[in-house]
């Protein structure tokens, strides 16, 4: 089926090579580069499908599509692509968001140039991160990837841009040293010196090693997905990004976090992980009830949903330390689930932002009388978020809950504990989103709004875009087998593989050990 | 031709969901135009209601000769050797469901259009309906513990939507959000309770679990304790959605939806859900005796306290209401002393009669409306009514009917189902049955009040006897009323009335005690109907000291009742000059939502301030602060304050990219 075709290298480099014609074309009032970006977006979106359509086989949990050219032969760099399970929805995720966050920027009319060249700067970065399956190489496009961000923060940003973008750049690129460091000491250790993922990963490293580059990994991927305590520049990201950005941010920037925790934290590091899968799903539960807590208290909306995101990501932490394919499951499900879910909301956020011209839940109040459509769509990301049944977001929270509680690597206690403060998580996630909606949508009107602003309804691009992201969040919810059977086959594998690492407990015989399920007729 | 039928049985959730979908997406692409559309849109989704409600009564038919169950399910999720199925199953439980709340679905729809005509909200409150209806339908077919949870939530989430209709209202807003927030903290045990068993079983489907659960304590494998926790926890679900004590305060509030809406969901159907729950998980329960004695319990003392607190109400709706949590007290009871076949007796004659009595209080108050203004607060006031026996004759009969129904008084529906109650109980428990013929009591009490300060004696309007309102309440009254006196409603609204006045005389005849096919129909599945009276083995003595003592401590309610307000309404509540502390303490529903308040709410909103300036001033800081990143933040900021920064980034950018395009990229 492996075509000879570098689908993937095509993928990578067609919108950046697109973004550096950007400045050649003839467009004054920056209505042609636009179009331009969108065109370039749908093209690579239609390159991804096609190429996964055609050349994906999705019964095999191995690398696929895989090309390998060498680089900078002297230092070893190779350009080494591919895509497995865990890669290919996420490679569809961002060329899916970043097309619709194209269609968001629409209104974007300061240094247009610039802001659209960036666009697809990261549109070709983001996939790459998802795509490399070399160390070094995956440093740098890591790295690469963060200064887009940087700039799209700093130049289109709220008033405090340049302290979170500057925030942002220090902690995301600080973490990333750490990458480096770790993929360093594991490349020189042992034979064959080398920076390629799938023989870093067969490598076996004395337990010192592992545990020292697991701490390293998990400290920059911590601070992407992000994990308490090293969230806080998210909120003054999220508090400062436009609506575009925002939907990057939240929609694929995170999940890159929780792609890396899975693919080098667990696939090669599995003693390691041993050891510290008890600390992430506490970290886990700690996310998910402490960011639900302060998203309560937050009054801007902006930072509100930011800390959602933090709580929901949680969830991810827990179906990693899970050891079960159901858990691990779940944790894939649920960064799909929260790129769209989380994108739609701050898409909405941005689209009430530029009828309200506040952030301030106070301040609002009573706009679903003028917005009905906006209220609606905003009534209905809120409630995926909250883990609706019918929407993917309870699929993906209901496996992680599931693949936690059938798992064999935890005492009772340990998993009765979990288990309950995550499932609080549940109560509170509801309190602070519909708290939300009742401040800004429901009520009599607020009448100095009101009296200053006009309340435009929602657009047709805008309906069209939170369609298109609440179509698949609908369909996930409904028949979840559409996704997970993109990435069961290399989820089933990774979980195989820590699962020889695992810590075996001597199990009292009874409610601990998970009794045969009988075959269903 | 029947298995034609069964095979496409899923069609009665999935038609309804149908028409929500057409109505929702048009509202949303086509706004304007979808809501000129509104008898067009009302009249798909009443068509497609009316199929599902055909299909669900061929469905019956069959059960009723005796037909097996049907089974149908699909993988639905899959994770390497784990998988988890969804589908349907149509037994005698869920056709009967599926009956009960069709047509009450119907009939809600078809008074809906009166109701609702002159609002700008009606095509939207269409699509909520017909959503409800697909969800509702959904949950009685699921063949196992997480589909329920599925459905669970989304008729709860349609609930929150409906409450919410009037959004512009704030006790409407603050209803809803109460309404799911209150849900979710019984969801929240309810999905403890279901992985807890999927844990210790790994089992979720109704049959198999109950096998697995007998099998794991026969040999001890899972001890009574953990299994009856679990079961409790599964309860909690119930003990929410059905609006049971503690977690009953949602149901009273959730009043401030439409009435259509407080008939169908939050009298008929949903807060029903929790009794078919238990009912569906009996076969699990019979093996927690722990578990069934705190079901019963609850059921007792919530039948109690609601029955209380709705002597005191002068709210139309919020009384019915009280009396809702109060009936739904009976049934969860009846589940505690596992006889859920008189449980569910109860749940279909009480769906009817509750039904039509929440509708006829929303003609009352559309009559009002006319009168006093759209204030729900004025319209639904039962000190504003009085006399509207002779302006709405038909609205006034069909009340009286479901009045007595409730009441239980032979022949009605409700004495039948409600007899069967205490009977059961009175056999499991006398302590359970003497709680249950108090409420008994006072059911009757409170509802010939409901009815005769509505119905009996002189319109009272805005301008009543003296001492009925404060003072001040009277200062700030204005009329907006354009009629003078009350009127009937239309056909729309009084057909569905008058339907369901039928099933609330007659349907209770299907268990009468000495002829119960009812009984026979749930507790023998696949068998044909073949009860004739059985006299031989019927206790006439017991039954008439039984149905003796409920019906007259009825009448003793009754009589009270017309005591206290059969005369001129003069505004004054005996209770309040007798016991003044009793009325405060009533009044004030025992005090639960300031509990709540001080407890829960308040508190939380604390430790959630307290998070975010932690996390303000002590995580950011920490971090800030760590080592590397401060040196990294100081050579950084230098360059912020000259915005150098961004060129340099973006230049170290392009730089990035030209060494991707040009070094070694073809050597």
Known sequence: ?521 | MEELLYQYAWLIPVLPLLGATVVGTGLITFGEWTSRLKRVNAALVLTLMGIALGHSLALLWSQAQGHPPYYWSFTWAVAGPFHLDMGMVIDRLSSLMLVIVTTVALLVMLYSDGYMAHDKGYSRFFAYLSLFGASMLGLVISPNLVQIYVFWELVGMCSYLLIGFWYDRIAAREAAQKAFIVNRVGDFGLLLGILGFYWTTGEIEFERLAERVGDLLTTGALPLWAATGLGILVFLGPVAKSAQAPLHVWLPDAMEGPTPISALIHAATMVAAGVFLLARMMPVYEHLPGTLQVVAWTGAFTAFLGATIALVQTDIKKGLAYSTISQLGYMVMAMGVAAPAAGMFHLMTHAYFKAMLFLGSGSVIHAMEAVVGHDPDKAQDMRNMGGLRKYMPITAATFLIGTLAICGIPPFAGFWSKDEILHVVFAANPGLWLVGWLTAGMTAFYMFRIYLLTFGGEFRGLAFGPGAMQVEELAHMETHGHAAEPHESPWTMTLPLVLLAIPSVAVGWVGLPFANYFEHFLEEPASVLTVGADWAHFDWGEFLVMAGSSVGVGLIGITLAFVVYGGKYTGVEPLAERLPKLYEFLVNKWYWDDLYEQYFALPLRRLARQALETDYRIIDGLVNLTGLVTLVTGEVLKYVNNGRVQTYALVILLAVLGLVLVSGWFS
């Open chain 1, 1 to 521: 089926m492996t075509s000879s075709f570098p689908w993937l290298t095509t993928i990578i480099l067609l919108p950046i090579v697109a973004a550096l014609a950007i400045p050649f074309l003839p467009d004054k009032e920056g209505r042609t580069v636009r179009w331009y970006a969108l065109v370039v977006g749908l093209v690579d979106f239609a390159l991804i499908s096609y190429s996964f359509w055609q050349g994906y086989d999705l019964n095999s949990p191995d690398l696929q599509l895989v090309e390998r050219y060498p680089w900078l032969p002297q230092i070893g760099l190779n350009w080494s692509v591919g895509v497995d399970g865990l890669s290919m929805p996420l490679v569809l995720l961002t060329g899916f968001i970043t097309t619709l966050a194209i269609l968001a920027a629409w209104p974007v009319t300061l240094k247009p140039r610039l802001f659209y060249f960036l666009m697809l700067a990261m549109y070709g970065g983001q996939i790459a991160v998802f795509a490399v399956q070399d160390m070094l190489l995956f440093f740098l496009v890591w790295e690469l990837e963060l200064i887009p961000v940087y700039l799209l923060l700093a130049i289109w940003g709220g008033y405090k841009r340049q302290y979170a973008a500057n925030k942002f750049i220090v902690y995301t690129a600080g973490g990333s040293l750490f990458i480096l460091v770790a993929g360093l000491a594991m490349a020189f250790y042992g034979d064959p010196i080398s920076f390629d993922m799938r023989e870093l990963a067969l490598k076996s490293y004395p337990l010192a090693l592992q545990i020292w580059c697991y701490v390293a990994f998990l400290i920059a991927y911590a601070v992407k997905l992000p994990i308490f305590p090293l969230h806080t520049w998210l909120p003054d990201a999220h508090g400062e990004a436009t609506a575009p950005v925002h939907m990057l941010l939240a929609g694929i920037l995170l999940k890159m976090g929780g792609y890396a925790l899975i693919r080098m934290n667990m696939g090669m590091l599995p003693d390691a992980h041993a050891l510290f899968a008890p600390i992430l799903a506490i970290l886990g539960v700690v996310n998910i009830i402490y960011a639900a807590l302060t998203s309560f208290a937050q009054r801007n909306l902006k930072r509100k949903i930011a800390y959602s995101s933090i709580s929901h990501m949680g969830f991810v932490l827990i179906g990693i330390a899970s050891y079960t394919t159901t858990g691990l499951s779940g944790a894939v499900l649920q960064m799909i689930s929260h790129g769209l879910i989380g994108a739609s909301l701050f898409f909405l956020v941005g689209a009430t932002y530029d009828r309200t011209h506040t952030l301030i839940l106070e301040e609002m109040g009573g706009v679903g009388q003028k917005m009905p459509k906006i209220f609606a769509m905003f009534t209905a990301c809120s409630l995926a978020s909250l883990a609706l049944p019918g929407m993917s977001g309870f699929v993906a929270e209901l496996m992680v809950f599931i693949g936690f509680a059938t798992s064999d690597a935890y005492s009772v206690p340990f998993k009765v504990l979990v288990l309950l403060l995550a499932a609080v998580g549940v109560i509170l996630t509801p309190i602070y989103l519909l708290s939300m909606l009742r401040q800004i949508f429901y009520g009599p009107e607020n009448e100095e709004l009101v009296s200053h602003e006009k309340l435009i309804d929602a657009e047709p691009r805008e309906v069209f875009i939170i369609a298109s992201l609440l179509v698949p969040v609908i369909g996930i919810g409904l028949y979840p087998r559409l996704v997970t059977s993109m990435y069961d086959a290399t989820t089933t594998q990774v979980t195989a593989l820590v699962r020889q690492a695992m810590p075996k407990l001597q199990a009292p015989v009874g409610i601990l050990t998970i009794p045969a399920r009988q075959p269903t007729p």
